[in-house]
């Protein structure tokens, strides 16, 4: 086992023959470092509890193999708590999986197409909430569904007009169909309708659940991998859910700001502190703003990387972020009783069980503060610092950075930029302690 070779992951998600110009995949699985399905169950005791800090060392060394992925993601994106059994587990999942199929009925009984194994990519409801009459999207909506999408549109309007919320909705189910033809199109997976179907319906509810953020372009890609690595689509919705927890902030747009705006300021901090030549050239030619870098923040460099490497690359960051009780807080306290139950589970919390990226923010204090910056802007700001050089050299304007950072595609190392993040988060900290 230890003396075999390691093997190329890229059979796990299967490019479309013709697309030759995708990025290179560097992630290999390689035995005794991939967390390998014989390891991920031997982590559990009998009756289902999983020792969490030995599954975040063998992430750190070398992944996770592909064929366990989903299930493991679970885990490092709150979905569940490591200490609690089997069963414990599987009643949460099935109480999930029946309140996502509540939502989606909800929203079926509004716009009958969610649910029904088609999508739309042209708008079906004016910004006043009265049906477009458009053959166009009469044809797309039409196809295989027994009513038209005016019809539908209709009939909602014969209960009094609609509301806002609704409308709102509505205008942006378009959109996401727009996006999810898009979306990973180069790989095998997406050439089944039923496939491109799933990933509009987990947008289209968890649009309509979210109100407050509802649809943003970057989602689709954000979602793509859950429903390729979770069979159920219930699961794969809620391991999006849990991941929006965390950037549903960059999301979050006001008429004068985009929430990402401010991990872009936060970057422009760290570079100052780290590179401040580099911070003053970008600041020259006009990119002190660093919305070069909003793509990366915005959907966690999954344009920078293969499908299969910016995997390993999500992993690595939420194994390195990993804290115990992500399953606490998020789930909302129902009662009284849970909220006592998190208080005492706080106590058990120990280092051990955490990643190491939040260990450091423990040891400098960093909770009790503001809430500490996640990985993903010392990831840029790693990126930032090796090419500091060539931007420095070449760069006489924002279309040349813009340029240097899109060759980068597909030669980065995820694992070296992961612990070039973790060298540069430590030496921030220790030069922000100075200031």
């Known amino acids: 086992m230890w003396g075999a070779p390691a093997e190329p992951a890229d059979s796990y998600y299967e490019v479309r023959p013709e697309c030759t110009d995708v990025p290179k995949t560097r992630f290999k699985i390689k035995p005794g470092k991939t967390l390998s399905a014989r390891k991920w169950q ?14 975040l060392s063998r992430i750190h060394r ?9 299930e493991v993601w679970e885990f490092l994106l709150g979905c569940y708590e490591p200490k609690s059994t089997f069963d414990e587990r599987e009643e949460i999942r099935q109480r999930r999986r029946l309140q996502y199929s509540a939502w989606k009925e909800e929203c079926h009984q509004i716009f009958p197409v969610v649910g029904s194994g088609k999508f739309i990519t042209a708008p079906v409801v004016t910004e006043d909430g009265q049906p477009i009459q458009d053959p166009l999207v009469l044809q797309e909506t039409n196809s295989g569904i027994s009513a038209s999408s005016s019809k539908m549109v209709k009939e909602l309007l014969s209960h009094g007009p609609l509301d806002k919320k609704v409308i709102q909705w509505m205008l942006t189910l378009h959109q996401i169909g727009l996006d999810v033809i898009r979306t990973d199109r180069t790989l095998v997976f997406y050439e089944k309708q039923e496939n491109l179907s799933k990933l509009w319906d987990i947008l289209a509810v968890y649009a309509w659940v979210d109100r407050d953020v509802g649809y943003c372009q970057g989602m689709s890609d954000l979602c793509s991998p859950m429903i390729i690595l979770l069979e159920n689509e219930a699961d794969a919705f809620w391991c999006f859910e849990r991941l929006m927890r965390r950037l549903r902030g960059n999301f979050r747009c ?16 760290i570079t100052q502190v780290i590179d ?28 920078e990387f293969s499908f299969c490497d910016s995997l ?8 390195l972020e990993y804290d115990p009780h992500l399953f606490y807080l998020y789930e909302e306290a129902e009662s009284a009783a849970s909220t006592k139950s998190e208080g005492s589970k706080a106590k058990a919390k120990s280092i051990r069980q955490c990643g190491k ?7 400098n204090g960093a909770k009790t503060a503001e809430a500490p910056l996640p990985i993903s802007v010392f990831l840029v700001a790693s990126v930032l ?13 924002l279309d040349d950075v813009v340029k240097i950072l899109n060759d980068m595609t597909g030669n980065l190392d995820a694992k070296k930029a992961c612990i070039g993040a973790m060298k540069l988060h430590k030496k921030y900290l220790k030069k922000a302690k100075q200031t």
Do not use: C
């Open 385 to 397: 610092k090796d090419k500091s050089s060539k931007l420095l050299q070449e760069a006489r304007g």
């Open 357 to 363: 990226y939040e260990r450091e923010n423990m040891k």
């Open 312 to 319: 390993y690359l999500w992993e690595m960051m939420w194994a």
């Open 276 to 303: 401040p030549k580099l911070h003053q050239h970008l600041e020259t030619l006009g990119g002190g703003d660093y919305l070069f870098a909003f793509r990366m923040l915005m959907v966690l460099f999954r344009r």
């Open 42 to 55: 031997a982590a559990f005791t009998p009756e289902g509890q999983l020792d969490i800090g030995k599954t």
């Open 62 to 70: 070398g992944g996770i193999h592909p064929s366990i992925r989903g």
């Open 254 to 269: 006001t008429e004068s700001s985009v929430g990402v705006e401010a991990q872009l300021s936060n970057l422009a901090s």
